[in-house]
């Protein structure tokens, strides 16, 4: 029997408190090679997207070696391009936040289910995509 480490433990029974148990956080890592198409770049991110059983959204990505314009979550698979379904919230230095109260519908949490959906910042030199990361659960 594996054992559950006292933190994850704890981020549980706080999940549950709040009313809403994260089915997973998301770490990413984003690029350009995740773009599509795949974009040369220097930039890279990192962050967490959180998805609550009842789809509620929360997280944040961060950004360097790039201005960055704005940043979403998008509903495609890997290798595709897809529709915004989530505009993220430009913060300081290179953040961008899911907005309080952003929650998936029905169809967009069975796409999240199935790793269909996506982070990506844009900028002036790649207004379609500068850096990437898929959303798996």
Not at 111 to 131: D, F, I, K, M, T
Request: proline share 7%; net charge positive.
């Amino acid at each position: 029997m594996k054992l559950v480490s006292r933190a994850t433990r704890a981020v549980l029974a706080l999940a549950l408190a709040a009313g809403s148990a994260a089915l997973m956080a998301a770490e990413l890592k984003l690029s350009g090679d995740q773009e599509v198409p795949p974009v040369t770049t220097s930039a890279s991110g990192s962050g967490n997207i959180a998805v609550a059983a009842d789809g509620t959204v929360s997280g944040s990505v961060k950004v360097s070696g790039v201005e960055a314009t704005a940043a979403h979550i998008h509903h495609a698979p890997p290798g595709k391009n897809g529709p915004v379904i989530i505009p993220l919230t430009k913060g300081e230095g290179g953040s961008f936040s899911v907005p309080a109260g952003a929650r998936l519908n029905a169809d967009q949490m069975k796409a999240y289910q199935a790793g269909e959906l996506y982070v990506n910042v844009h900028s002036a030199a790649n207004p379609g995509g500068e850096v990437r990361a898929q959303i798996k659960p």
